[in-house]
């Protein structure tokens, strides 16, 4: 790996930080530059504005769900038997990037717009989640999928997954400890539970 790809990736983990910690709109070249430990002049030679860097971050950030997403939506099995595989891959996804919870859940209620349009720059980034969505209608069409309101599905896999990462702090004071180590064997333990409360939830009634 050479020093200009280094440079890239040490900077684009200083802009996530920065952005989590204080939100797009108040981070600013110099914190980010301060946060890497390099002159903000040196910073604008690979990044010339945050609104790049912005970008830069997100992308790492949907590179990181995206291709395993779309391993699993192209395989030629039900939705029901992909459950196991993406409970798998969105707990895997917060246990490398803890950040990214708190960096989406921040965004998304500053600015749902510039998101919006940070992935809009790229659409054929979410074409795998597209495709699921529509195998997912469709087996609901056919009754091999409870039929229900898709977002009552989605909005509830997320907050299983998402919101013990948020509350990590007071989880881990309260039911852990304070043992910080303990936190990542707690969220591999709960895959089975979440998988279990999803096929619960889109298995169809049998009476």
């Known amino acids: 790996m050479n020093e200009l790809t280094e440079v890239e990736k040490r900077i684009i983990e200083a802009a996530r930080q920065v952005f989590v910690r204080k939100g797009f709109e108040a981070s600013t070249m110099s914190d980010i530059a301060a946060e890497t430990g390099i002159g903000r002049t040196a910073m604008h030679y690979y990044y010339r504005t945050k609104e790049l860097l912005f970008d830069a971050v997100f992308d790492q950030l949907l590179g990181a769900l995206l291709p395993n997403i779309s391993r699993v939506v192209d395989q030629d099995t039900s939705c029901l038997d992909k459950i196991p595989e993406l409970v798998d891959i969105y707990v895997a996804i917060v246990q ?8 989406l859940v921040n965004e998304l209620n500053r600015d749902p717009q510039h998101v919006y349009q940070t992935i809009l720059k790229k659409p054929e980034r979410i074409n795998s989640m597209l495709l699921l969505r529509k ?42 400890e304070d043992d910080v180590t303990r936190f990542d064997a707690f ?11 999803m096929l619960d939830i889109l298995r169809p009634d049998t009476n």
Do not use: H
């Open 96 to 103: 490398v990037n803890p950040l990214l919870p708190i960096f």
């Open 135 to 176: 195998k997912m209608e469709e087996e609901m069409e056919a009754g091999t999928l409870k039929k229900q309101p898709l977002i009552y599905v989605v909005s509830t896999l997320i907050s299983l997954v998402i919101f013990p990462m948020l509350i990590r702090n007071p989880l881990t004071t309260l039911f852990l």
């Open 187 to 197: 969220l591999e333990g709960r895959k089975p539970f979440i998988t279990g409360l």
